[in-house]
C-alpha cells in the first residue's frame, strides 16, 4: 500500500530563517505531488505542483519554493520566512494516471515567530 | 467569483442519528468530486468520491449525492459516531483532470454528542 511521510511534525521558526519541510511517498511511482497550505479556520491553498523530477508549477507567488530531486521526494522551501508563512503544510500525491484523487500526508505545523 | 463553498460551517448531531454535510459549487464544468474529512491536527483523509456522470454513490455508512442541476454535493454519513467528529471538505476538479488540480471548500465542521 502507498503511505505518505511528512516532516517535520510541527516547527517553530523566527522570523528571517529558512525553511526546509520534507515530502515522500512510497509504494508508488511517478506520482504527481503538490504542496498546500492551511490557514486557521480556512480552506487549502494550493502552492505548488509537480508531474515529474525536476518539474515543478508555482500557483501562487510568494517567498516559498518548491523540489522535486528524486521521484517520491517533494521539499518545500524559503529561504527567509515571515510571519504570514504560518499554518498548516500538508503534501499530497495522486496516482498519474487518476489525477483529481490526492491522498494527502499527516501535516506540517509551522508557526513562525 | 467561482468557489466551492458549504452551506452549514457547523453542525451539531446526537450519537447515532444520520448527518448531511452540504457543498455547492459554481462551476458547471467540473466533473469530479470528493470528500475529505480532517481530524484536528491530521491530514485530510479521502472518504468518497463522484463524477458527474453519476446522482449517487455509496460507501461504508457514507452516501455522497450529485445535483448538478443546482450545482449541489452533499455527504450523507449513517448512524454518526464520535470518531465522525471532524472537519468535512468537498472540493472539484475543474480543469478536467489535467493536473489534478483540486478546489477546496473551506470545510464544515461535525460535532457528535454522546
Redesign the interface.
Known amino acids: 500500500s502507498q503511505t505518505i511521510h511528512q516532516w517535520p511534525a510541527t516547527l517553530v521558526q523566527p522570523v528571517g530563517s529558512p525553511l526546509s519541510l520534507e515530502c515522500t511517498v512510497e509504494g508508488t511511482s511517478n506520482p504527481n505531488l503538490y504542496w498546500y497550505r492551511q490557514a486557521a479556520g480556512r480552506g487549502l491553498q494550493l502552492l505548488f505542483y509537480s508531474v515529474g523530477i525536476g518539474q515543478i508549477s508555482s500557483e501562487v507567488p510568494q517567498n516559498l519554493s518548491a523540489s522535486r530531486p528524486q521521484d517520491r521526494q517533494f521539499i518545500l522551501s524559503s529561504k527567509k520566512l515571515l510571519l504570514s508563512d504560518s499554518g498548516f503544510y500538508l503534501c499530497a500525491w495522486s496516482v498519474r494516471t487518476v489525477k483529481e484523487t490526492q491522498y494527502f500526508g499527516p501535516g506540517t505545523r509551522l508557526l513562525v515567530l | 467569483g467561482e468557489s466551492v463553498g458549504l452551506h452549514l460551517p457547523t453542525l451539531s448531531v446526537q450519537e447515532g442519528d444520520n448527518s448531511i454535510i452540504n457543498c455547492a459549487y459554481s462551476n458547471s464544468a467540473s466533473d469530479?468530486f470528493?470528500w475529505?474529512k480532517q481530524e484536528s491536527?491530521?491530514?485530510?483523509?479521502?472518504i468518497i468520491?463522484i463524477r458527474s456522470n453519476m446522482d449517487k454513490r455509496q460507501g461504508q455508512r457514507v452516501t455522497v449525492l450529485l445535483n448538478k442541476t443546482v450545482k449541489h454535493l452533499s455527504l450523507q454519513i449513517a448512524a454518526t459516531q464520535p470518531g465522525d467528529s471532524a472537519v468535512y471538505?468537498c472540493?472539484e476538479?475543474r480543469d478536467g483532470?489535467?493536473?489534478?488540480?483540486?478546489i477546496?471548500?473551506?470545510?464544515t465542521k461535525l460535532s457528535v454528542k454522546p
Open positions: 469530479y470528493i475529505y491536527g491530521k491530514g485530510p483523509q479521502f468520491d471538505f472540493a476538479n483532470g489535467s493536473q489534478g488540480n483540486l477546496f471548500g473551506k470545510g
